[in-house]
């Protein structure tokens, strides 16, 4: 029998084996593991046999085993491990594959997040501005190529992936993750959404657009139910998935955490295969938003839930097994499961490469100077009382105030998040600017009352820095129950992200505005966060203020460029400032229930006659660039024809720019309830100084349906419409005409 001591060193010796396993367990899973899917062996059609049959083929070769594997990502310690390691101890996102079969020669995939550019090793790639940024340039084409130079990098990173884009719809502006998708508009939404699906594609990236469906809360996501009419779900929270499939091709969809009518959307059968396979006739896979996207083995197979991401968990081969023998499941619903998938990674892995995608392009100098432009043209002027462009003499004193004005913040720490270092501060950009023209920047936080008192009376021109950082918004990365105890209102921080407690800036912020702008008549406020602020408690006491989003790793520079004159800014709102917070829908970051309704954003202030502070698509420029006039082509159409527009645009100064021409429809001769006008077509022109333009623009007469949710169909109305053409949503704004929508002859 063993004595005392013996027992206690024995159990030493046993704690010191396992801890030294664990450790080695742990450091295995922190490895970096990368394949190179380059060289990895791809199965081909037989000649005369398509894709699809070949992958039920390839099916049929496969035990349940592999089936499974087609299904899941990682094994799920490991999984989970590699994933929590990399991502929460050393700051990056890790490859993290699904799927590969060598003996069938069928690759996995391997996911690089986003939106702002390819998070895999994302310490040396290029980052971008937000998403809410790019949707303020209202530039499409101009996304397109951030897409593609994202694709490159996210190759070159050996990854073939991507969960991009966000296009969930901003419907308040406390939304935490509002900076990852585009604005309040379904239009302009999937009108940026299809440009970065088909050009990301165009490099074999896989396209997973995200989050299937009406995920537009943040703190409550893994469980509040959302409820919506037929119509609102159909006509405002679905059009742009809808677009990015059926017109954009997307390879793939992620479901969304949140409940939609009472049943998770990772294993909601309305939502993924009544809408989404029977309807859009979508043919791609459905992959789960990570870790907690997945609450049923069986609902979600039923659904048509493809892929459970980053692990295996709810469907790991046991439990599949159990499924089976107990008749709950049937093996023919797995198979067309694991075919969609094999079919997707066929088709993009047996395309021709057209380049090469090296490690030289990972934040390749032309995509740090796109990624610049961006920036550029995504700021938004919304006031400028005679002070922008400054003019920037030799020995000008230039003072930068605020405590984020040299901090290296591109966004939230969430998944989107990306490390690289390079990154140019507002302040940095402003001070080289100065620099180059002999002129003075100094720079000073406000908890220095009295050095920022100084600096303000003493300048020529005060830049006052403010707005949010990843403690104050952005995704929420704990889950939580409902039950959990919410961050304090007046504290106004959090670790973790999250939705924002308040749309007004932080108290520090509108005290050191309000107090600084009484010492200098020159002041200017430039904002850094994802989405609207209210201003109404200081707006009146500065002459300008610039929207500068999180803008990149040369955000800094673009801002100086844009302060100084040497780029005039282009940038349109792309959500509506509203005058207070009660003009918005109501927002309650706790709910477990909540009702979309139809109206919000614009059509909610057209709808109630609300004078908006600043309207959907409204930004500032230093030319000035008006709409003289516009013709319809024909004023008469059937549901055959198209609605083509000329629209002459003139720049009646020596300043060359850029104007957004927006297309608004409306509907006040409806005998259904419908938005007084809504957003269907839009396009951002350059001008040359003096330069005179004609814009055309097309509308089709079935983005004019609504669906009538008694008959369960789109329906296009018969009756005269208004049309509207200008810069902004504001009626001031437009000019007006009218055409008839007839009955074929």
Known sequence: ????????????????????????????????????????????????????????ILVDKMSLREKVQQMTGESYLPGLLKLGTNFVLLKRFPHIYSGANKRLAIPPFCFSDGPRGAAVEGHQNTIFPVAMARGASWNTALEATVATAMAKEIRASGCNYTGNPCINLLRHPAWGRAQETYGEDPWLLAAFGLHFVRSVQQHQVMSCPKHFALNSIENSRFYVDIRSSERSLREVYLPHFKKVIQEGKAASIMSAYNQFRGEYCGQNAYLLHQILRKEWHFDGFVSTDWVWGLHNSKKGIEAGLDVEMPVKNKYRLATIKKLLKQSLININRIDTMVARIVKKKLQFSVLQDTMIYNKALKGHPKHIELAQRVAEESMVLLKNNNLLPFDLQKNTKVAVIGSLANQKITGDHGSSSLRNPDIITAFEGIQSFCQKKGAICTMSTFKNKKKAQKLATDCDLLVLYVGFKPSDEGEYLLKSTGANKERSATKQNQSVGGDRLSL?????????????????????????????????????????????????????????????????????????????????????????????GYYHGYTLADKKQLKPAYPFGFGLHYSEIVFDSFRIESSTINLQDSLNINVFVRNKTAVSGAQVCQAYVGFKHSTVDRPIKLLRAFKKVKLAAFEQKKIHLTIHPKDLAYYNDVNKK????????????????????????????????
Not at 572 to 587: G, H, N, R, V, W
């Open 1 to 56: 029998m063993l004595r005392g001591r013996q027992i206690r060193r024995h159990f030493s010796f046993f704690l010191l084996c396992l801890n030294s396993c664990i450790m080695l367990f742990i450091l295995q899973s922190c490895l970096y593991t990368k394949l190179n899917l380059n060289k990895y062996s791809t199965a081909s059609a037989p000649q005369g046999i398509t894709i699809d049959s070949f992958s039920f």
């Open 504 to 596: 007004q800036l932080k108290d520090q912020d509108i005290d050191m505005i309000r107090s600084l702008s009484l010492l200098q008549k020159n002041t200017l406020v430039v904002y850094a966060g994802g989405s609207a602020i209210l201003m109404n408690n200081w707006e009146a006491s500065v002459p300008a203020i610039l929207f500068s989003w999180y803008s990149g790793m040369r955000g800094g520079n673009a801002l100086a460029n844009i302060i100084f004159g040497a780029v005039n800014p282009s940038g349109k709102l792309p959500f509506t400032i509203m005058q207070k917070e009660a003009d918005y829908p109501s927002f309650d970051s706790r709910s477990k229930r909540v009702e979309y």
């Open 714 to 745: 789109w329906e296009i109305e018969r009756m005269s419409y208004e049309l509207y053409i200008g810069h902004s949503s504001a009626f001031e704004d437009l000019l007006q005409d009218s055409f008839q929508i007839i009955c074929p002859k």
